[in-house]
Protein backbone atom coordinates (compact mmCIF):
# COMPACT_ATOMS: atom_id res chain seq x y z
CA UNK A 1 0.00 0.00 0.00
CA UNK A 2 1.24 3.57 -0.91
CA UNK A 3 1.59 5.59 1.49
CA UNK A 4 2.83 8.82 3.43
CA UNK A 5 3.39 9.96 6.86
CA UNK A 6 4.17 13.26 7.96
CA UNK A 7 5.96 14.09 10.89
CA UNK A 8 7.68 16.95 13.01
CA UNK A 9 4.46 19.53 13.21
CA UNK A 10 3.81 21.45 16.98
CA UNK A 11 4.08 25.54 18.30
CA UNK A 12 6.40 27.24 17.41
CA UNK A 13 6.78 30.83 18.32
CA UNK A 14 7.70 33.51 14.94
CA UNK A 15 10.65 33.52 13.97
CA UNK A 16 11.58 30.11 15.39
CA UNK A 17 12.56 26.46 12.82
CA UNK A 18 10.26 23.49 12.48
CA UNK A 19 11.64 20.43 9.82
CA UNK A 20 8.80 18.17 8.90
CA UNK A 21 9.55 14.94 7.20
CA UNK A 22 7.51 12.91 5.22
CA UNK A 23 8.24 8.88 5.46
CA UNK A 24 7.15 7.08 2.32
CA UNK A 25 6.32 3.35 1.37
CA UNK A 26 4.95 1.35 -0.70
CA UNK A 27 6.54 2.37 -3.69
CA UNK A 28 9.98 3.46 -5.35
CA UNK A 29 10.65 6.80 -3.74
CA UNK A 30 13.49 7.43 -6.00
CA UNK A 31 11.62 7.81 -8.77
CA UNK A 32 8.88 10.10 -7.66
CA UNK A 33 8.62 13.96 -7.65
CA UNK A 34 7.52 14.92 -4.14
CA UNK A 35 5.52 18.02 -3.26
CA UNK A 36 4.15 19.95 0.11
CA UNK A 37 1.25 21.55 -0.23
CA UNK A 38 -0.17 23.67 2.88
CA UNK A 39 -3.65 24.61 4.26
CA UNK A 40 -4.76 27.33 6.71
CA UNK A 41 -7.21 26.95 9.36
CA UNK A 42 -10.50 26.90 7.84
CA UNK A 43 -8.63 27.72 3.82
CA UNK A 44 -7.81 26.65 0.53
CA UNK A 45 -5.00 24.49 -0.54
CA UNK A 46 -1.68 26.46 -1.16
CA UNK A 47 1.58 24.79 -2.92
CA UNK A 48 4.48 25.30 -1.15
CA UNK A 49 7.34 23.63 -2.39
CA UNK A 50 8.36 20.77 -4.73
CA UNK A 51 10.91 18.77 -6.92
CA UNK A 52 10.74 18.63 -10.44
CA UNK A 53 10.13 15.10 -12.16
CA UNK A 54 13.66 15.12 -14.07
CA UNK A 55 16.21 17.17 -13.01
CA UNK A 56 15.87 17.06 -9.26
CA UNK A 57 15.44 20.96 -9.07
CA UNK A 58 13.78 22.87 -6.71
CA UNK A 59 10.90 25.36 -6.67
CA UNK A 60 8.90 27.57 -4.08
CA UNK A 61 6.16 29.92 -3.71
CA UNK A 62 6.88 33.22 -3.31
CA UNK A 63 5.30 33.29 0.41
CA UNK A 64 7.82 31.18 1.60
CA UNK A 65 11.00 31.19 -1.04
CA UNK A 66 14.21 32.05 1.02
CA UNK A 67 12.58 30.80 4.23
CA UNK A 68 11.71 26.92 3.12
CA UNK A 69 13.75 24.28 2.46
CA UNK A 70 12.63 21.19 0.61
CA UNK A 71 15.02 17.82 0.34
CA UNK A 72 14.76 14.41 0.22
CA UNK A 73 16.77 11.34 1.31
CA UNK A 74 16.27 8.67 -0.92
CA UNK A 75 18.22 6.13 0.89
CA UNK A 76 15.20 6.62 3.78
CA UNK A 77 12.56 7.25 1.79
CA UNK A 78 11.85 10.60 3.49
CA UNK A 79 11.12 14.04 2.37
CA UNK A 80 11.79 17.22 4.05
CA UNK A 81 10.40 20.38 4.47
CA UNK A 82 13.18 22.95 6.60
CA UNK A 83 11.23 26.31 7.73
CA UNK A 84 12.53 29.23 8.86
CA UNK A 85 12.04 32.29 10.53
CA UNK A 86 8.70 31.13 10.86
CA UNK A 87 5.46 33.71 10.47
CA UNK A 88 1.75 33.62 12.05
CA UNK A 89 1.08 33.09 8.45
CA UNK A 90 2.83 29.85 8.06
CA UNK A 91 -0.05 28.49 10.51
CA UNK A 92 -1.52 25.26 8.65
CA UNK A 93 -1.86 21.78 8.34
CA UNK A 94 1.11 20.57 6.16
CA UNK A 95 0.88 17.53 3.80
CA UNK A 96 3.44 15.67 1.46
CA UNK A 97 1.97 14.52 -1.74
CA UNK A 98 3.74 12.37 -4.11
CA UNK A 99 3.62 13.70 -8.26
CA UNK A 100 2.10 11.35 -9.81
CA UNK A 101 1.98 11.67 -14.01
CA UNK A 102 0.60 10.67 -17.52
CA UNK A 103 2.96 11.26 -20.38
CA UNK A 104 0.73 12.20 -23.40
CA UNK A 105 2.85 12.02 -26.62
CA UNK A 106 7.04 12.64 -26.95
CA UNK A 107 7.39 16.43 -26.66
CA UNK A 108 4.14 17.47 -24.32
CA UNK A 109 4.37 18.42 -21.18
CA UNK A 110 2.53 15.08 -19.19
CA UNK A 111 -0.40 15.49 -17.27
CA UNK A 112 0.72 15.80 -13.48
CA UNK A 113 -1.86 15.63 -10.38
CA UNK A 114 -1.29 14.86 -6.81
CA UNK A 115 -1.76 11.20 -5.37
CA UNK A 116 -1.90 10.02 -2.79
CA UNK A 117 -1.64 12.89 -0.02
CA UNK A 118 -0.28 11.90 3.68
CA UNK A 119 -2.29 12.81 6.59
CA UNK A 120 -0.91 16.11 7.38
CA UNK A 121 0.71 17.57 10.19
CA UNK A 122 -0.56 21.12 12.03
CA UNK A 123 2.31 23.50 12.14
CA UNK A 124 0.89 26.40 14.52
CA UNK A 125 3.19 29.83 14.80
CA UNK A 126 2.01 32.18 17.76
CA UNK A 127 3.37 33.84 20.58
CA UNK B 1 -1.21 31.23 -13.63
CA UNK B 2 -4.18 31.68 -11.16
CA UNK B 3 -7.23 29.71 -11.31
CA UNK B 4 -10.32 30.56 -9.61
CA UNK B 5 -13.50 28.53 -8.62
CA UNK B 6 -16.81 29.02 -8.73
CA UNK B 7 -19.63 29.29 -6.80
CA UNK B 8 -17.46 28.97 -3.41
CA UNK B 9 -20.71 27.50 -1.57
CA UNK B 10 -23.13 25.10 -3.24
CA UNK B 11 -26.33 24.05 -1.41
CA UNK B 12 -27.90 20.97 -2.93
CA UNK B 13 -30.29 17.79 -2.14
CA UNK B 14 -29.41 13.86 -2.98
CA UNK B 15 -30.21 13.11 -6.66
CA UNK B 16 -29.51 17.05 -7.83
CA UNK B 17 -26.83 17.90 -10.52
CA UNK B 18 -24.32 19.86 -9.65
CA UNK B 19 -21.40 21.65 -11.63
CA UNK B 20 -18.44 23.27 -10.25
CA UNK B 21 -16.62 26.22 -12.66
CA UNK B 22 -12.90 26.98 -12.63
CA UNK B 23 -11.54 29.35 -14.98
CA UNK B 24 -7.72 29.59 -15.30
CA UNK B 25 -6.43 33.36 -15.48
CA UNK B 26 -4.50 32.58 -18.70
CA UNK B 27 -5.00 29.15 -21.32
CA UNK B 28 -3.92 25.96 -19.78
CA UNK B 29 -4.91 23.53 -22.40
CA UNK B 30 -6.19 20.58 -20.42
CA UNK B 31 -3.80 20.31 -17.47
CA UNK B 32 -6.52 20.94 -14.83
CA UNK B 33 -7.25 18.14 -11.76
CA UNK B 34 -9.59 17.77 -9.56
CA UNK B 35 -9.84 17.06 -6.05
CA UNK B 36 -12.16 16.44 -3.01
CA UNK B 37 -11.63 17.60 0.51
CA UNK B 38 -13.82 16.34 3.42
CA UNK B 39 -13.29 17.61 7.10
CA UNK B 40 -9.80 16.42 9.01
CA UNK B 41 -9.36 14.73 6.01
CA UNK B 42 -6.44 15.10 3.05
CA UNK B 43 -7.77 15.50 -0.64
CA UNK B 44 -8.84 13.19 -2.58
CA UNK B 45 -7.50 13.18 -6.37
CA UNK B 46 -10.03 12.52 -8.72
CA UNK B 47 -9.44 13.92 -12.51
CA UNK B 48 -6.51 14.54 -14.34
CA UNK B 49 -6.09 16.32 -17.91
CA UNK B 50 -9.50 17.89 -17.38
CA UNK B 51 -11.49 14.72 -18.04
CA UNK B 52 -9.82 11.47 -17.10
CA UNK B 53 -11.45 9.93 -13.99
CA UNK B 54 -9.12 8.51 -11.43
CA UNK B 55 -9.54 4.35 -11.23
CA UNK B 56 -12.17 4.06 -8.93
CA UNK B 57 -13.99 6.87 -9.02
CA UNK B 58 -17.52 6.73 -9.59
CA UNK B 59 -19.02 7.66 -12.67
CA UNK B 60 -21.36 10.21 -11.69
CA UNK B 61 -18.34 12.35 -11.31
CA UNK B 62 -17.55 14.10 -15.01
CA UNK B 63 -14.68 16.72 -16.16
CA UNK B 64 -14.56 18.98 -19.17
CA UNK B 65 -12.91 21.95 -20.67
CA UNK B 66 -9.82 23.07 -21.84
CA UNK B 67 -7.95 26.74 -22.40
CA UNK B 68 -9.37 28.66 -19.40
CA UNK B 69 -12.41 27.31 -18.87
CA UNK B 70 -13.18 23.68 -17.15
CA UNK B 71 -16.28 22.18 -15.11
CA UNK B 72 -16.39 18.96 -12.37
CA UNK B 73 -20.29 17.92 -13.13
CA UNK B 74 -21.65 15.18 -10.23
CA UNK B 75 -24.59 13.91 -12.29
CA UNK B 76 -26.32 12.91 -9.22
CA UNK B 77 -25.27 13.63 -5.79
CA UNK B 78 -25.26 11.52 -3.14
CA UNK B 79 -24.41 11.49 0.93
CA UNK B 80 -20.87 10.92 0.51
CA UNK B 81 -20.46 14.01 -2.04
CA UNK B 82 -20.86 16.41 0.07
CA UNK B 83 -17.29 17.72 0.80
CA UNK B 84 -15.45 20.46 -0.89
CA UNK B 85 -13.58 20.19 -4.04
CA UNK B 86 -10.71 21.91 -5.16
CA UNK B 87 -9.31 22.36 -9.05
CA UNK B 88 -5.49 22.33 -9.67
CA UNK B 89 -3.47 23.82 -12.76
CA UNK B 90 -0.89 21.78 -13.07
CA UNK B 91 0.39 23.47 -16.86
CA UNK B 92 3.23 25.37 -14.97
CA UNK B 93 4.24 22.13 -12.52
CA UNK B 94 6.33 22.12 -10.87
CA UNK B 95 4.86 25.25 -9.88
CA UNK B 96 1.35 24.55 -9.31
CA UNK B 97 -1.91 26.54 -8.15
CA UNK B 98 -5.43 25.51 -6.74
CA UNK B 99 -8.51 27.11 -6.66
CA UNK B 100 -10.21 28.41 -3.97
CA UNK B 101 -12.35 25.58 -3.43
CA UNK B 102 -16.40 25.15 -3.75
CA UNK B 103 -17.91 23.51 -0.65
CA UNK B 104 -20.92 21.44 -1.64
CA UNK B 105 -23.57 21.47 1.59
CA UNK B 106 -26.89 19.64 2.30
CA UNK B 107 -29.67 22.22 1.36
Known amino acids: EVQLVESGGGPVQPGGSLRLACAAS????????MAWVRQAPGKGLEWVSG????????YYADSVKGRFTISRDNSKNTLYLQMNSLRVEDTAVYYC????????????????????WGQGTLVTVSS | FEVTQSPSTLSASVGDRVTITCRAS??????LNWYQQKPGKPPKFLIY???TLQNGVPSRFSGSGSGTEFTLTISSLQPEDFATYYC??????????FGGGTKVEIK
Open chain 1, 97 to 116: ARVSYYDILPGYQPYVWFDP
Open chain 1, 26 to 33: GFTFSNFA
Open chain 1, 51 to 58: FSRRDNNT
Open chain 2, 26 to 31: HSISSY
Open chain 2, 49 to 51: GAS
Open chain 2, 88 to 97: QQSYTFPKVS
